[in-house]
T-cell receptor
Framework: QKEVEQDPGPLSVPEGAIVSLNCTYS??????FMWYRQYSRKGPELLMY????GNKEDGRFTAQVDKSSKYISLFIRDSQPSDSATYLC??????????FGQGTELSVKP | DGGITQSPKYLFRKEGQNVTLSCEQN?????MYWYRQDPGQGLRLIYY???????QKGDIAEGYSVSREKKESFPLTVTSAQKNPTAFYLC?????????????FGPGTRLTVL
């Protein structure tokens, strides 16, 4: 079993939809949780960073961490075609070593 | 502009050749990392370095080598011992003083073995 599991999709939604992206993990030592967005043939860019459990909101994006269930989510409200990309979750127990999910490919149709 | 640069963007290698991928950062970050990404897969850690002249193996170090002679630079050599080197290679860096687990990525190098 992988330490981090992420549904690879692809996920296709109409413009304006609410998107929910999810990852589960098995290592209870993970304390730091990140979401990266990666456009085709580009490097990942950091979207959200969360420490421990709770919610964090930044514009149309909301990150949720539920450590009791070992489950993290990224919500995108009012999705736009420019949100079409691969979304990678990543997490760490500290010390800078990140474990990545395999990424979910999202397509937002106009 | 502060950031991470990688070169070249595309690289072609014949079997049996060693090739070196460049990674430079001007963010004054202490830590630097090399990842490999294959289609439909997440990122896998090859090597990382938290200080000049020191580096650690990641999960898939076999067939790769690195050096860290300067804080700003962390080149990766893909040796002929790497049996399946065709992949997208990503370099990242992070501060060790603040949010050490927040890594920033370069644009990547796509390596193809002919």
């Amino acid at each position: 079993q992988k330490e981090v599991e992420q549904d690879p999709g692809p996920l296709s939604v109409p413009e304006g939809a609410i998107v929910s992206l999810n990852c589960t993990y098995s290592n209870s030592a993970f304390q730091y949780f990140m979401w990266y967005r990666q456009y085709s043939r580009k490097g990942p860019e950091l979207l959200m960073y969360t420490y421990s459990s709770g919610n964090k909101e930044d514009g149309r994006f909301t990150a949720q961490v539920d450590k009791s269930s070992k489950y993290i989510s990224l919500f995108i409200r009012d999705s736009q075609p420019s949100d079409s990309a691969t979304y990678l979750c990543a997490m760490s127990a500290g010390g800078g070593k990140l474990i990545f999910g395999q990424g979910t490919e999202l397509s937002v149709k106009p | 502009d502060g950031g991470i640069t990688q070169s070249p963007k595309y690289l072609f290698r014949k079997e049996g050749q060693n090739v070196t991928l460049s990674c430079e950062q001007n963010l004054n970050h202490d830590a630097m990392y090399w990842y490999r990404q294959d289609p439909g897969q997440g990122l896998r850690l090859i090597y990382y370095s938290q200080i000049v002249n020191d580096f650690q193996k990641g999960d898939i170090a076999e067939g790769y080598s690195v050096s860290r002679e300067k804080k700003e630079s962390f080149p990766l050599t893909v040796t002929s011992a790497q049996k399946n080197p065709t992949a997208f290679y990503l370099c990242a860096s992070s501060s060790l003083d603040y949010n050490a687990d927040t890594q920033y990525f370069g644009p990547g190098t796509r390596l193809t073995v002919l």
